[in-house]
T-cell receptor, first 112, second 113 residues
Framework: SQQGEEDPQALSIQEGENATMNCSYK?????LQWYRQNSGRGLVHLIL?????REKHSGRLRVTLDTSKKSSSLLITASRAADTASYFC????????????FGKGTRLSVIA | DAGVIQSPRHEVTEMGQEVTLRCKPI?????LFWYRQTMMRGLELLIY????????DSGMPEDRFSAKMPNASFSTLKIQPSEPRDSAVYFC???????????FGPGTRLLVL
């Protein structure tokens, strides 16, 4: 079953604008991860945030996590046309080698 | 590192035919996952292996689907007989013992006519 639910399902912005995507989940987690999928490709890991962290940065990416609300957000600043892709959140309930549970993703289109 | 390797990349077959998808995980990774992605259902976990042993196959849609991992460097997902509703992109992913990130292959795009 899918635990993460991304919002919005689709987002279209102009190059240079910021893009914010949200993810809600249902059960307790060990960590939450964001992945990107370019059209016709596999998913690529972007960033991981642990349950005891509230915010994390990586380049133009900023991820926040609110475990009390069971939600996370991914912010991409100064977007570029190359950021056009689908973005998925994935929850890791137990750590170790149990599978991640993915949401259905947000399709981001960045218009040049 | 070559990453996760999947073959074939594209497969077109007719209903009723057997389809075999192949995956080579990243060397040293001990967990392997098979996912199916469709527009309607998103990314679904079909089955996963730890140390070559199937742990959870509850996501396998029906008996027509089977998966094996005969050794640490190879896994197959077989559909027999295939049906048009099996058309999807099938991904293999692997993960190391102490790792938290799953590494995905490029996927196999399957079309069953």
């Amino acid at each position: 079953s899918q635990q993460g639910e991304e919002d919005p399902q689709a987002l279209s912005i102009q190059e240079g604008e910021n893009a914010t995507m949200n993810c809600s989940y249902k059960t307790s987690i060990n960590n939450l991860q964001w992945y990107r999928q370019n059209s016709g490709r596999g998913l690529v890991h972007l960033i991981l945030i642990r349950s005891n962290e509230r915010e994390k940065h990586s380049g133009r990416l900023r991820v926040t996590l609110d475990t009390s609300k069971k939600s996370s957000s991914l912010l991409i600043t100064a977007s570029r046309a190359a950021d056009t892709a689908s973005y998925f959140c994935a929850t890791d309930a137990w750590g170790g080698n149990t599978p991640l549970v993915f949401g259905k993703g947000t399709r981001l289109s960045v218009i040049a | 590192d070559a990453g996760v390797i999947q073959s074939p990349r594209h497969e077109v077959t007719e209903m009723g035919q057997e389809v075999t998808l192949r995956c080579k995980p990243i060397s040293g990774h001990n967990s392997l996952f098979w996912y199916r992605q469709t527009m309607m259902r998103g990314l679904e976990l079909l089955i996963y292996f730890n140390n070559n042993v199937p742990i959870d196959d509850s996501g396998m849609p029906e008996d027509r689907f089977s998966a094996k991992m005969p050794n640490a460097s190879f896994s197959t997902l077989k559909i027999q007989p295939s049906e048009p509703r099996d058309s999807a992109v099938y991904f293999c992913a692997s993960r190391g013992t102490t790792g938290e990130t799953q590494y995905f292959g490029p996927g196999t795009r399957l079309l069953v006519l």
